[in-house]
């Protein structure tokens, strides 16, 4: 093979060993990337959660909530006749509690969902949702309460467990 030809193909094969490393560069960005939105939701998860625990850490912060959103924080209420006396400071407390515990699941879904967490890993934690949801008629209140807001995936899979929760506690006949 002359020198002429032998040039020829080292200049090809350098061709195909620079759009490999692009590729390779490329698909590495956008791992990083997708690695970044993933810790940044998981960050806002701790964030929130942190905010749950500290509004109901704080007796001003919590009687001032208390106060604004119910008046008198030992005032009976009655949610969908399930419940015994409620007073507005445990509804407030039990929705910091159950605001936090949905905000973990639906970090693990969304975890999930990215290709961070297995499959075995969400469906334990929709076990627990749906054990919880079933055990806690606040928590699936709660639930439903909440199918206006956040990812509209997490929302489809609370919609599942909810009819799935519902369906099992129906009266057979």
């Known amino acids: 093979m002359d020198s002429a030809k032998l ?6 094969i350098g061709i195909f060993a620079l759009v490999a490393s692009l590729i390779f560069v490329g698909l590495q960005i956008r791992q990083e990337h997708d690695i970044a939105r993933v ?4 960050a806002r998860t701790a964030a929130a959660t942190e905010a749950f625990i500290a ?18 924080p030992d005032q009976e209420i009655f949610v969908d006749g399930w419940a015994g006396p409620v007073t507005a400071q445990d509804m407030y407390l039990g929705t910091l509690q159950v605001n936090a515990f949905m905000a ?33 008629p606040f928590l699936l209140f709660r639930m439903k309460a909440m ?8 929302r489809e899979e609370l919609e599942k467990i909810i009819a799935e929760v519902e369906e099992e506690t129906l009266p057979s006949n």
């Open 104 to 136: 973990l699941a639906d970090n693990s879904h969304y975890q999930y969902q990215e290709g961070f967490l297995p499959l075995e890993h969400w469906e334990g934690v929709r076990a627990t949702v749906k054990t919880a949801a079933q055990s806690t």
């Open 147 to 154: 199918l206006g807001d956040g990812r509209p995936e997490f």
């Open 39 to 42: 810790q940044i939701y998981q």
């Open 55 to 72: 509004a109901a850490s704080s007796p001003d912060a919590m009687a001032a909530s208390i106060k604004s959103a119910f008046g008198d």
């Open 7 to 12: 040039n020829d193909w080292m200049q090809v």
